[in-house]
């Protein structure tokens, strides 16, 4: 998995030559949001797999700080289901 996440990556940063003659890092922030929405929604499940599992592990890596949780409100539960094995 991690050889297919670096994969990936490595993916993102050079597809972009193809179309703008650029690596990712150097497009503009509308050229680098296209890009992005276009793999997001690709009609290729590989590539729109690979982004949605990219997305959930930033948010992961994000939303799972503890110092941070205050900031956005974010409390999550540390039990897991037990709210849902009550019912």
Request: hydrophobic share 45%.
């Amino acid at each position: 998995m991690q050889r297919q996440f670096a994969l990936f990556l490595t993916a993102i940063r050079w597809l972009p030559v193809l179309r703008w003659g650029h690596r990712f890092p150097f497009l503009s922030q509308p050229q680098q949001d296209a890009f992005l929405s276009w793999l997001q929604n690709n009609s290729l499940t590989l590539l729109r797999q690979g982004f949605w599992g990219l997305k959930t592990i930033i948010c992961m890596g994000y939303y799972g700080q503890v110092e941070l949780s205050t900031q956005f409100a974010y409390h999550p539960k540390h039990d897991g289901n037990a709210e849902l094995d009550a019912r």
